[in-house]
């Protein structure tokens, strides 16, 4: 069974950074590109970034280019996403996402999500 366990959320302020994290369990991490999506109160699912399975490559949606990045750990079936200069925009809950199909579908198995909320 896929599992998908996002953490490192919270409340921060305009301007500050987060670092998210996803634990991986139930299939062989290495062999996935995995992804992040994120879905703000009220709008649908947001593609944000990919990262393939030996990290050789990433993708960023343009609204994150530049302030986030994605980083992976295969050792320990670990996926992360730096967050850096955020916006009130920002504010939304991320899920990890086993990518199916096309990176910036964004489809695939995804955890619970971390709730992200950027306020002053």
């Known amino acids: 069974e896929v599992q998908l366990v996002e953490s490192g959320g919270g409340l921060v302020r305009p301007g500050g950074s987060l670092r998210l994290s996803c634990a991986a369990s139930?299939?062989?991490?290495?062999?996935?590109?995995m992804s992040w999506v994120r879905q703000a109160p009220g709008k649908g699912i947001e593609w944000i970034s990919g990262?393939?399975?030996?990290?050789?490559?990433?993708w960023y949606s343009d609204s994150v280019k530049g302030r986030f990045t994605i980083s992976r750990d295969n050792a320990k079936n670990r996926l992360y996403l730096q967050l850096n200069s955020l916006k009130t925009e920002d504010t939304a809950r991320y899920y990890c996402?086993?990518?199916?199909?096309?990176?910036?579908?964004?489809?695939?198995?995804r955890g619970q999500g971390t709730q992200v909320t950027v306020s002053s």
């Open positions: 996402v086993r990518t199916e199909g096309l990176v910036q579908s964004g489809r695939g198995p």
């Open positions: 139930g299939f062989i991490f290495r062999n996935y590109i």
């Open positions: 990262i393939s399975n030996g990290a050789e490559n990433t």
